[in-house]
């Protein structure tokens, strides 16, 4: 052998794991970026996912605190009046009258709904007469003419949630 072929086997031999070394390199760089990529994409995932999951919460949380809001709401109107209607018959026609108000106080500006009140108030009315007789209590058919001369219309959705309170507040009294 001659000096050349020594000094060209001699750099072959030295630059030749360094070549392989490269090509190791760039493979474990690619696999490291893909791990690193799919470790980014799944964080990305559970982090939207949490997010998601804090959303629904966050929602149901307002969505039971406008429901309790409420609750409260009806409840403090669920009062009794300083004076309270002589007898039961009377107490539920006042019932009716105060219902027939809150209805024009509260959709008096709603001609449609007030086109389909004025069609259906006299069955509305008897229905609540019947309802309000059923409980049995003066009480409740006050605590009725109550909440819904002061209801305000933002619970004018409420008018059967009046009366469900009220006649648990007030049950019929059956002593005397």
Avoid: H
Wanted: include cysteine; proline fraction near 3%.
């Amino acid at each position: 052998m001659n000096a050349r072929t020594l000094t060209l086997a001699l750099v072959t031999s030295l630059l030749l794991p360094l070549a392989s070394a490269c090509d190791n390199s760039e493979e474990e760089a690619k696999k490291a970026a893909e791990a690193q990529a799919a470790a980014d994409k799944k964080k990305a995932e559970e982090e939207a996912l949490a997010a998601r999951k804090k959303a629904r919460e966050d929602a149901k949380k307002a969505e039971q605190e406008a429901a309790d809001k409420k609750a409260a709401d009806i409840d403090a109107l669920c009062v009794l009046p300083e004076k309270l209607p002589k007898n039961l018959e009377k107490a539920c026609e006042e019932a009716g009258a105060a219902y027939d108000k809150f209805m024009e106080r509260v959709y008096g500006d709603n001609e449609e709904v007030m086109g389909k009140w004025k069609e259906g108030k006299s069955t509305q009315l008897q229905l609540m007469a019947t309802t309000c007789k059923k409980t049995g209590s003066v009480e409740a058919a006050a605590c009725q003419i109550s909440a819904l001369t002061n209801a305000p219309p933002e619970l004018k959705k409420s008018v059967s949630d009046f009366a469900t309170r009220c006649a648990e507040k007030f049950p019929k009294n059956d002593e005397g």
